[in-house]
């Protein structure tokens, strides 16, 4: 398998093999400087040369996992994330390179950060705080035992500060003092993140910022060359002698005399070494560890994680706790939720054969049924469009990608009111391979939706039956003892419109007695 890490500087390839125990190795890495994100100090637009050069590294990046037969995983963060015209790009990299990027959250980003650096620094006892700083932002994660107990996303990075304050040669002095106090007023939120988390006993970089200051510091000091990259440490004071010889080098010319600096960070590192200088001041950082593993690594075992898992239709534990802390703040809702996710389940597995869908879309199915109703929050009138908006722009969800996002907060839109149409512009704006996946996973939420219409369980479980093409399709539901599902039948055949359409079947809903699925194949119990 193969991870691209798509930064705002940088593109890194990483080819490894799973070696079991949820470990990899590595067999194969690359890097190139691309500059995605160079073009202006807001980073709102990707320049179409740089997307031309980033399009051509990914087309490189395949031919080299290609020739190990790797399946590639690329994800994309600040630059492509912020971009208005990422689009551009995104179907460049698909129809050029054969590549299909993943935009991660920034939160998502500093959860696979912190992954990648569990593999290489000895800190899974230790209380962590892990430093990243790329070209156009900066995470800072705060974890313990594996787990991310906090995590932020700040919109300060090398490349961003270099276009703000650093653009102009020589440098002057005012404009590192500007930068230092633009730096400094965005740390107060980080530091009260750490500080809730419970601080931290360890401090972790993992960025190429950080690894080519400890190398610049090792080069001043007249150490030998380290046979790691990563697994090296540097003091404040060490610190601050770097940033005090790079600050007082106003050309990019003058800068490249500097030992150890890599020529082609030459420009940009001044931006990166202030940011760096102020985080350690900000948060009290007297020594700082470096991990050459970072997002890459982080993507690597995320996939060797969820190939080992192995589970049909059920949310892996990570992804299935952030789900239910987003669901959480509609808390009258969980029952009847979770009631219409099992059904909604039962009717996934019952037309898988129509619908030829992965396992992962039985995932983000679950997701939307538990979230459905989530924009409760905000208000009951028209609330299905307000679980969009919750879950599209929430940073609980932690394991799922931008897209998968996307897709959930879609099915949740259309479980209630309206079919996907095409004057929807968020339904447009999707590749037709997605639209079908969404009117067919609207189609069974609704339907199951239907099926739980009074809230009380009267649907105990269900069955889908069809015998040869052509044929309708059967749900039979089974009533829990005791109670009437009349209005269940009525509600569930109502909204069949969409799964019939999207299926392309006819779709009967018939009632059995209490009892008569519990030994039938394809049942399941639902809970409540």
Excluded at 184 to 213: H, Y
Excluded at 318 to 330: K, M
Excluded at 356 to 376: C, F, K, M, R, T
Aim: charged fraction near 25%; proline fraction near 3%.
């Amino acid at each position: 398998m193969a991870a691209i890490d798509i930064g705002t500087n940088s593109f890194h390839l990483v080819v490894a093999r799973p070696a079991g125990n949820n470990r990899f190795e590595i067999l194969a890495r690359d890097k190139e400087v691309v500059r995605l994100g160079s073009a202006s100090g807001d980073m709102k637009e990707l320049h179409p040369d740089a997307i031309e050069r980033g399009v051509a590294t990914l087309g490189r990046f395949r031919r080299v996992a290609d020739t190990f037969g790797a399946e590639v995983h690329a994800v994309a963060t600040s630059a492509v994330r912020e971009a208005e015209n990422r689009d551009d790009f995104l179907e460049a990299a698909l129809a050029k390179a054969n590549i299909r990027i993943e935009v991660i959250s920034g939160v998502e980003e500093a959860r696979l950060i912190h992954l990648g650096v569990l593999q290489a620094v000895p800190v899974f006892d230790q209380q962590v705080l892990v430093i990243d700083i790329g070209g156009g932002s900066t995470e800072f994660i705060v974890g313990r035992g594996g787990d991310v107990l906090s995590a932020r996303s700040l919109k300060v990075g090398a490349i961003r500060m270099t276009e703000r304050f650093f653009r102009k040669e020589p440098v002057k002095k005012k404009a590192v003092d500007e930068a230092r106090k633009f730096v400094k007023s965005f740390l107060p939120r980080v530091k009260v993140m750490v500080d809730e988390a419970g601080g931290f006993e360890v401090a972790v970089g993992s960025s190429g910022t950080i690894l080519n200051v400890a190398e610049m510091i090792r080069a001043h000091y007249g150490s030998e060359p380290n046979r790691q990259v990563g697994m090296r440490s540097f003091t404040a004071e060490a610190l601050a002698e770097v940033v005090d010889d790079l600050a007082s080098r106003p050309r990019v010319a003058d800068r490249l005399d500097v030992p150890g600096l890599d020529p082609r960070r030459a420009d940009i590192i001044l931006g990166g070494v202030i940011v760096l200088e102020q985080v350690f001041k900000s948060l009290g950082i007297r020594e700082l560890n470096t991990s050459d593993y970072a997002l890459r690594e982080g993507v690597l075992l995320d996939v060797v994680r969820r190939r080992q898992a192995g589970t049909l239709g059920h949310l892996r534990d990570l992804r299935y706790e952030s789900v239910l802390h987003l669901a959480a703040l509609a808390p009258g809702e969980k029952e009847h939720c979770e009631r219409i996710a099992a059904l909604a389940a039962q009717l996934f597995e019952g037309t898988r054969h129509l619908s030829g869908l992965s396992d992962e879309a039985e995932e983000w199915l679950e997701a939307a049924a538990i979230l459905q109703n989530v924009g409760l929050v905000i208000s009951h009138d028209r609330h299905h469009l307000h679980s969009y908006y919750v879950i599209r722009n929430s940073e609980l969800l932690t394991g799922f990608t931008d897209h998968e996002i996307e897709i959930i907060a879609m099915v949740a839109r259309y479980h209630r009111k309206s079919t996907p149409k095409a004057r929807h512009p968020e339904y447009a704006s999707l590749q037709e391979s997605d639209q079908r996946v969404v009117e067919i996973l609207s189609g069974i939420l609704r339907v199951a939706a239907g099926l739980d219409r009074t809230r009380c369980g009267a649907v105990s479980r269900l069955r889908v039956d069809h015998e040869a093409d052509g044929e309708p399709l059967r749900i039979l539901v089974e009533m829990a003892p005791g109670l009437d599902a009349d209005l269940e039948l009525y509600s569930a055949r109502n909204r069949k419109d969409l799964l019939e359409q999207a299926l392309g079947v006819t779709v009967d809903i018939e009632s059995v007695p209490p009892g008569l699925l519990r030994t039938g194949a394809g049942a399941a119990d639902a809970p409540g």
